[in-house]
């Protein structure tokens, strides 16, 4: 253990300590602060204060950062955690359908909550790996109470920024707890303002796939009001969705407290309700792409169109890769492959987005999207110390030319070499710390051998 980590680990509860990262590219996603070449960032207890080009301080913690760049912890907008022990069994799924019916109507039923609780710590823990401080974990197996509470201690136990999206089943035997049981967790978990880990309910744009109870409408929206959570709906797609969001907008229900995920193939008029109402927008760019959701080209134009600056997610591991770099170079390529293609053989200029744009998408509107732009997504003083130390030496990242493109066209999760959230490292000199890793998956394997088994009985 390095003599700097100690002393991070040392202190790591007081309040009042103060850690120095000195001599770093800082890249803060802040618009009044943009990029720092050489800067020094000052964090105290859980918060930024200070981010200069030189910071006169004496009585801190000093992190050497020469040759790294510091950046915010990237934003998972959308992920279903509880399936990581399944990852990439079906890396070639034909469509959603496909997906639907053998995960969530073959496999999700027979999980326990130790199933949940492992499914959800693994991708937590991968998410920290990779640089994503904030995971919205979109928990749509609550079968009983107990898997629900499995969800939430995952996130908890492994220090990540998480979001408990809480949604039931979509099919299979439950008990009947939800939304119900959304005031229970909210009460046993969420109380405090301050909390890590926050509360928000899950819902479904339509009927279409699981039928009325999980579709967003006055109901659900009374439910989340009432307990003052944020909404985040999933599988937006196409003209029923579209139509949804028309409705929503008309009974009031549709608002900066909502989150709509995918909103492939929309209407213009879809588009425009969602901009007047400030609601957020998470696009799965792999997810949409690979698995062909409606027109399966990511929503990023049409979303740029209204105003509406996106933030990105993971989706689920069954199919797609786990990490946001992942996101950011599709996100990247589909839509300047697709504006090139657009203007093929006219006079018309292309308009492409640029690498700032994905890495934004990935920060600062991500947290924004998700209801906590207040709390994190920027190098700004005053918020969360969700911060990424990447080493911009290695060999695939030498020599430092351009930072923001460094980070998403150059770097991978082997060259983050610390992840702090809330103040707090969670990774260091390229390791995660505190995870045991050998029983780690010593549990993955026994719940994903028990799964299938449970799943397929001969």
């Given at each position: 253990?390095?003599?700097?980590?100690?002393?991070?680990?040392?202190?790591?509860?007081?309040?009042?300590?103060?850690?120095?990262?000195?001599?770093?590219?800082?890249?803060?996603?802040?618009?009044?602060?943009?990029?720092?070449?050489?800067?020094?960032?000052?964090?105290?207890?859980?918060?930024?204060?200070?981010?200069?080009?030189?910071?006169?301080?004496?009585?801190?913690?000093?992190?050497?950062?020469?040759?790294?760049?510091?950046?915010?912890?990237?934003?998972?907008?959308?992920?279903?955690?509880?399936?990581?022990?399944?990852?990439?069994?079906?890396?070639?799924?034909?469509?959603?359908?496909?997906?639907?019916?053998?995960?969530?109507?073959?496999?999700?039923?027979?999980?326990?909550?130790?199933?949940?609780?492992?499914?959800?710590?693994?991708?937590?823990?991968?998410?920290?790996?990779?640089?994503?401080?904030?995971?919205?974990?979109?928990?749509?197996?609550?079968?009983?109470?107990?898997?629900?509470?499995?969800?939430?201690?995952?996130?908890?136990?492994?220090?990540?920024?998480?979001?408990?999206?809480?949604?039931?089943?979509?099919?299979?035997?439950?008990?009947?707890?939800?939304?119900?049981?959304?005031?229970?967790?909210?009460?046993?978990?969420?109380?405090?303002?301050?909390?890590?880990?926050?509360?928000?309910?899950?819902?479904?744009?339509?009927?279409?796939?699981?039928?009325?109870?999980?579709?967003?409408?006055?109901?659900?929206?009374?439910?989340?009001?009432?307990?003052?959570?944020?909404?985040?709906?999933?599988?937006?797609?196409?003209?029923?969705?579209?139509?949804?969001?028309?409705?929503?907008?008309?009974?009031?229900?549709?608002?900066?407290?909502?989150?709509?995920?995918?909103?492939?193939?929309?209407?213009?008029?879809?588009?425009?309700?969602?901009?007047?109402?400030?609601?957020?927008?998470?696009?799965?760019?792999?997810?949409?792409?690979?698995?062909?959701?409606?027109?399966?080209?990511?929503?990023?134009?049409?979303?740029?169109?209204?105003?509406?600056?996106?933030?990105?997610?993971?989706?689920?591991?069954?199919?797609?890769?786990?990490?946001?770099?992942?996101?950011?170079?599709?996100?990247?390529?589909?839509?300047?492959?697709?504006?090139?293609?657009?203007?093929?053989?006219?006079?018309?200029?292309?308009?492409?987005?640029?690498?700032?744009?994905?890495?934004?998408?990935?920060?600062?509107?991500?947290?924004?999207?998700?209801?906590?732009?207040?709390?994190?997504?920027?190098?700004?003083?005053?918020?969360?110390?969700?911060?990424?130390?990447?080493?911009?030496?290695?060999?695939?990242?030498?020599?430092?030319?351009?930072?923001?493109?460094?980070?998403?066209?150059?770097?991978?999760?082997?060259?983050?070499?610390?992840?702090?959230?809330?103040?707090?490292?969670?990774?260091?000199?390229?390791?995660?710390?505190?995870?045991?890793?050998?029983?780690?998956?010593q549990d993955v394997r026994a719940s994903r051998d028990r799964i299938f088994t449970a799943a397929h009985p001969r």
């Amino acid at each position: 253990m390095s003599s700097t980590l100690e002393l991070l680990r040392r202190h790591a509860s007081d309040p009042r300590r103060r850690v120095l990262f000195t001599g770093a590219t800082v890249v803060t996603m802040d618009p009044g602060l943009g990029i720092l070449t050489r800067g020094d960032v000052l964090v105290e207890g859980d918060t930024i204060t200070a981010v200069a080009t030189e910071l006169p301080v004496t009585d801190a913690i000093v992190v050497g950062a020469t040759g790294s760049i510091i950046a915010p912890g990237f934003v998972d907008t959308h992920r279903h955690a509880w399936e990581a022990q399944l990852r990439r069994v079906m890396p070639d799924v034909n469509d959603l359908g496909e997906y639907v019916m053998s995960t969530l109507a073959g496999i999700a039923p027979v999980y326990q909550p130790d199933d949940m609780y492992i499914g959800t710590k693994l991708a937590a823990l991968t998410a920290i790996d990779s640089g994503i401080t904030t995971m919205l974990d979109f928990s749509h197996n609550s079968r009983t109470p107990a898997h629900s509470d499995a969800a939430v201690q995952a996130l908890i136990d492994t220090g990540i920024r998480g979001v408990h999206a809480s949604m039931r089943p979509h099919f299979g035997e439950w008990e009947g707890q939800w939304p119900a049981d959304l005031t229970r967790l909210k009460n046993t978990y969420f109380s405090a303002r301050d909390s890590l880990v926050t509360l928000r309910l899950a819902s479904l744009a339509t009927d279409e796939i699981a039928g009325p109870d999980l579709a967003y409408g006055p109901r659900l929206a009374r439910i989340a009001r009432d307990l003052d959570i944020g909404v985040s709906v999933d599988a937006v797609f196409g003209t029923s969705s579209s139509e949804a969001i028309l409705r929503w907008e008309e009974e009031g229900v549709l608002g900066p407290d909502v989150s709509l995920i995918h909103c492939t193939g929309l209407t213009g008029a879809a588009w425009q309700a969602v901009a007047d109402a400030g609601a957020g927008v998470s696009l799965a760019p792999t997810s949409e792409a690979q698995i062909g959701l409606e027109t399966a080209v990511p929503a990023i134009d049409e979303a740029l169109a209204a105003g509406i600056r996106p933030g990105l997610s993971i989706d689920v591991e069954v199919a797609l890769a786990s990490d946001m770099f992942t996101q950011m170079r599709a996100l990247h390529a589909i839509q300047r492959m697709s504006a090139v293609n657009a203007a093929y053989g006219t006079t018309t200029t292309p308009s492409r987005i640029g690498v700032h744009d994905v890495l934004d998408f990935a920060t600062l509107h991500g947290a924004k999207s998700i209801g906590l732009g207040d709390v994190t997504g920027s190098v700004t003083p005053g918020k969360q110390a969700d911060l990424l130390l990447v080493n911009a030496e290695d060999l695939n990242n030498m020599p430092l030319n351009d930072p923001i493109g460094t980070l998403v066209l150059g770097s991978d999760p082997r060259n983050i070499h610390g992840v702090f959230i809330a103040g707090h490292v969670r990774k260091w000199n390229g390791t995660v710390l505190d995870v045991d890793v050998p029983a780690l998956r010593q549990d993955v394997r026994a719940s994903r051998d028990r799964i299938f088994t449970a799943a397929h009985p001969r």
